[in-house]
């Protein structure tokens, strides 16, 4: 009975949740027109005489021609030769950055959901604080130690950074999952002798395959939106270079390549995309449990 | 020796768990350390001294003072601060009031939920960068999206650039903040409306209480402490932000979009001025860790007042 809603609330909700879905999607839609659209009909304008308003017709005919196609997604290739290098390099750093910070958060977030110990709370909010730093605010140390190591210009220059910052919040969320495992089946194993290692690799970890996964995808796509800073400043090389970096090529000093551009913006977004659209059930559910008091 | 092993041999279960615990946090914490505790400290001494690209590895002279008497008495320095702390108030109000409207609207008991929910997700899954230059073209004057529209609709008189003018470069980078923050702030918001005890409602919807008024009595009082902390960590976030501003403006025109954190970028990593950046990321942390005190002690104190629970850890 309460959740009915008359035939006017139900307008007035699918319109508001229209709305606000159009403000969310409408770059990407309007990036996948631009990508369509050739180079001629994107720079085009109507005649428009001065101080008249522009007709629906021909707002209309700005983002519709006949002779849209799929040429810029063929052409990009030979614009930027590197581009599927940029790609390759996307994903791989964002796996990369993946793996390494998982190898940090598994042992962590299983010491927080399972024990109790001196400075637990302490050092959990320390954690948490590393938030408050964005890595633009540490870059000239970050720089120095990179160059130090002989680190600049290569994968590591943005895997290192990039795992660092991932860890508290991977900390945090694998917390919430490791905690709703039953203790019991611990006990179980250490009164068969078990080690605590052992149980944490047999035990443990088989059960917290799901909450592994929900981390290990929500790292995935932090690592893949965080790319750029760290790739414009501890990078120069091009063969290491992330696509948000490379994407750059496609702005040239005569002109802008906008469909191109727009183009290899959604080729290089896919793996994120394809990767949430399986995974978003579990991941917007799993993201939020932690958030959520019992 | 055999004394020291002595010493660091557990004795009791508890220092057991106690050792067990830090052994399994230690690789993070080292992590952490390099990355993040140690190039905090370096900041902290670059800022008190001249080092530049020659002297960055060593050698730079110690200036006492200096950086910082130059930074805060710079000509632009209040505008740039003013700047920030608007640009922060203005993106994190917008994207707690839309995640609210989001929130309770995707809550809401109607079909094919679960895919609107999933359509509300991309500008946050996908690159910041990417999603900047989406916008970048629906800012561009000439052939873009947003000016043909608004040439439509007479907003403006021809072709208009977002990006050019001191007023519309500020806001339509705020357009794309929001844009960019709102889908997180409506899951976590999400989350917390369907934590709610359902009974609550009922209760309600039996003594008559209308709609509003469950949202008002019921479900705001509830999900408080989920929006005080989510509140908290976006302005952080936004008042860091630094992807969107770089690409959209680089900061320009003539710094109508330079916030603190662009301010920093460019002196440190544009003009290789390694100490006077240093000391403008120090006055960030600052100048964030004195508005989280503040912001936790007068929500702790009206908390108090008025019954809320307070942030939630």
């Known amino acids: 009975m309460m959740d009915k809603y008359s035939l006017l609330h139900k307008i007035g909700l699918y319109t508001s949740i229209a709305l606000f879905i159009t403000f969310m999607l409408l770059p990407f839609v309007e990036m996948f027109i631009a990508s369509l659209r050739p180079l001629t009909h994107l720079f085009s304008r109507p005649d428009v005489p001065l101080g008249e308003t522009m007709s629906f017709v021909d707002f209309m005919s700005r983002f519709w021609s006949d002779k849209m196609s799929f040429q810029a997604y063929r052409d990009m290739w030979v614009t930027v030769p590197q581009l599927p290098r940029y790609i390759f390099n996307s994903v791989f750093l964002a796996t990369a950055v993946t793996f390494f910070s998982m190898c940090f958060i598994v042992p962590a977030a299983y010491a927080y959901a399972r024990f109790d110990f001196r400075g637990k709370t302490t050092s959990l909010t320390l954690f948490l604080a590393v938030n408050m730093f964005s890595g633009a605010v540490l870059l000239i140390p970050l720089y120095k130690l990179l160059r130090l190591y002989g680190l600049l210009n290569t994968y590591w220059a943005m895997i290192i950074p990039g795992v660092a910052f991932l860890i508290p919040t991977g900390i945090w969320l694998l917390k919430s999952f490791l905690e709703k495992i039953p203790y019991e089946l611990e006990e179980a194993a250490f009164v068969d002798g078990a080690s605590r290692l052992y149980t944490l690799r047999r035990v443990i970890l088989p059960l917290a395959v799901p909450g592994l996964i929900v981390v290990g995808v929500a790292m995935f796509i932090g690592a893949y939106a965080q790319q750029f800073l760290f790739a414009i400043t501890f990078n120069q090389d091009r063969d290491y270079m992330p696509l948000p970096a490379g994407i750059f090529e496609f702005i040239g000093y005569q002109r802008v390549l906008w469909n191109e551009m727009m183009a290899a913006s959604l080729v290089g977004i896919l793996p994120v995309l394809l990767i949430f659209l399986f995974m978003q059930k579990h991941l917007i559910s799993g993201l939020t449990s932690g958030a959520v008091k019992e | ?313």
Request: aromatic share 16%; proline share 4%; with cysteine.
């Open chain 2, 1 to 313: 020796m055999s004394s020291l092993i002595q010493m660091l041999k557990p004795k009791t279960k508890a220092q057991t768990a106690t050792l067990f615990a830090w052994t399994l946090i230690a690789p993070a914490a080292l992590c952490i350390f390099l990355v993040v505790v140690w190039p905090l400290y370096e900041t902290f001494r670059l800022s008190f001294t001249n080092s530049n690209l020659g002297t960055l590895m060593g050698g730079a002279d110690f200036v006492g003072w200096e950086n910082y008497e130059k930074a805060i008495g710079g000509r632009k320095f209040p505008s740039i601060v003013t700047r920030t702390f608007y640009w922060m108030f203005l993106s994190v109000g917008l994207k707690i009031i839309l995640g609210l409207i989001g929130a309770t609207l995707l809550a809401s008991n109607i079909r094919a939920r679960g895919i609107f929910r999933a359509l509300v997700m991309p500008p946050w899954i996908v690159p910041i960068a990417i999603g900047c230059f989406g916008w970048l073209w629906l800012y561009n004057g000439h052939f873009g999206l947003l000016s043909s529209f608004s040439e439509m609709v007479g907003i403006t008189n021809g072709p208009f650039s977002f990006l050019a003018y001191k007023q519309s470069a500020f806001y339509s980078a705020v357009v794309t903040d929001v844009w960019i923050g709102t889908p997180m702030v409506t899951l976590f918001f999400l989350a917390a409306i369907q934590g709610v005890p359902k009974d609550l409602y009922e209760a309600a919807y039996v003594d008559g209480a209308s709609r509003w008024y469950r949202f008002r009595r019921i479900t705001m009082p509830q999900i408080m402490p989920t929006v005080i902390s989510m509140a908290l960590l976006s302005a952080i976030w936004t008042f860091n932000s630094f992807e969107i501003i770089w690409i959209l403006t680089e900061g320009g025109p003539r710094g109508a979009t330079t916030t603190l954190i662009i301010d920093t970028f460019k002196t440190a990593i544009f003009s290789y001025k390694f100490g006077a950046g240093a000391t403008r990321a120090v006055l960030v942390c600052l100048l964030l860790g004195v508005f989280s005190l503040i912001y936790l002690t007068v929500l702790g104190w009206l908390g108090k007042k008025y019954g809320y629970e307070g942030v939630q850890k």
